[in-house]
């Protein structure tokens, strides 16, 4: 059974750092798409950052510099580092892998930004 488990949120000044994780089970962790989104209130649920089959990364420009996504295949694990936080960063946090031809997704952690 694949299961996400994504952890590490919490609360956060301005300017701040964070880093949240997403545990991989159930499957091979190693070539998958992966990518974190964030839904802050009713609104649509973003893309924030990907990472490829190859390695390569990608960020919205929202977070384009103090973002980072990463990988440690042999811990089933995916990361979120955030930098130099900001208020509109304030979110539900979700991580998201395709596996063969379907998509799963964590259950989300609340991040949250004062200013």
């Known amino acids: 059974q694949v299961q996400l488990v994504d952890s590490g949120g919490g609360s956060v000044q301005a300017g701040g750092s964070m880093r949240l994780s997403c545990a991989a089970s159930?499957?091979?962790?190693?070539?998958?798409?992966m990518s974190w989104h964030r839904q802050v209130g009713g609104k649509v649920r973003e893309w924030v950052a990907g990472?490829?089959?190859?390695?390569?990364?990608n960020y919205s420009d929202s977070v384009k510099g103090r973002f980072v996504i990463s990988k440690d295949n042999a811990k089933s694990t995916m990361y979120l580092q955030m930098n130099n936080l900001r208020p509109e960063d304030t979110g539900v946090y979700y991580c998201?892998?395709?596996?063969?031809?379907?998509?799963?997704w964590g259950k989300g952690t609340l991040v949250s930004v004062s200013s």
């Open positions: 990472m490829d089959t190859g390695g390569e990364t």
């Open positions: 159930g499957f091979t962790f190693s070539t998958n798409i």
């Open positions: 998201q892998i395709y596996y063969g031809s379907m998509s799963y």
